[in-house]
């Protein structure tokens, strides 16, 4: 059974940092292109984050420069640290693992980050 488990949301004021992580049972990450995706009520699921399986990153245009994922192969685990947070960025965040060859695809639940002074 495949599991994508997040953690590390919370409530933050502006200008802080939070560092959500994302644990994986069932699955290596090692093959898995992983993202973090984040959805704002009213709003679609939008990408902020990609990592490859190779270690190469992208970020939505919103994240540059505040925001930087990373992976731990060894602990099965992906990471986001977020800093200099906005109220802008308050949404649910949902780690996502997606292998294009074996054609799967996996989501967590997501974690609620809220931004607010």
């Known amino acids: 059974q495949v599991q994508l488990v997040e953690s590390g949301g919370g409530l933050v004021e502006p200008g802080g940092s939070l560092r959500l992580s994302c644990a994986a049972s069932g699955i290596l990450l090692s093959i898995y292109d992983m993202g973090w995706y984040r959805q704002a009520p009213g709003n679609q699921r939008e990408l902020v984050a990609i990592?490859?399986?190779?270690?190469?990153?992208n970020y939505a245009d919103s994240v540059k420069g505040r925001f930087t994922i990373s992976r731990d192969n060894a602990k099965n685990t992906v990471a986001l640290q977020m800093n200099s947070l906005i109220p802008a960025d308050t949404a649910d965040y949902y780690c996502?693992?997606?292998?294009?060859?074996?054609?799967?695809?996996?989501w967590g639940q997501g974690t609620q980050v809220t931004v607010s002074s």
């Open positions: 996502n693992a997606n292998q294009k060859l074996l054609e799967v695809n996996y």
């Open positions: 990592i490859t399986n190779g270690g190469r990153t």
